[in-house]
């Protein structure tokens, strides 16, 4: 049986992979977080208006993915040599953030956490 050459320079921790699955995964959270936010807060609504022809969804977008990419380098110099045994496991935190975020800015369950 003929054995896997391990290619030189090849990346042999997998951190900064997680880095990116979890940053990410609190970005998309982070959206519906702030749209059931700005849905239940008129001050809260405007306070995220930064470009008035977009509404909240521009301070929505832009606060999500200026904390998911700080979060991003912090993790990923924290992690860069570390090699987590099983990426599964933030494949699955992925799939929960994507579907809390959808779920997050589904507008019936909007309307149900806000008692609408």
């Not at 470009?51 to 606060?63: D, E, T, W």
């Not at 700080?70 to 570390?82: Q, Y």
Request: net charge positive.
């Amino acid at each position: 049986m003929a054995k896997k050459k391990q290619i030189s320079g090849a990346a042999k921790t997998n951190g900064p992979v997680a880095a990116a699955m979890l940053s990410g995964s609190v970005a998309i959270v982070g959206i519906g977080v702030l749209h059931l936010l700005a849905e239940g807060s008129e001050a809260a609504k405007k306070a995220l208006t930064f470009y008035a022809p977009m509404g909240p969804l521009s301070g929505k977008v832009v606060i999500s993915y200026v904390v998911g990419l700080i979060l991003f380098f912090l993790l990923k110099n924290a992690w860069a040599e570390k090699n987590f045994p099983n990426l599964r496991t933030w494949l699955y935190i992925v799939i929960g953030a994507v579907l809390l975020g959808f779920l997050f800015t589904f507008t019936p369950f909007v309307h149900f956490v806000l008692g609408e």
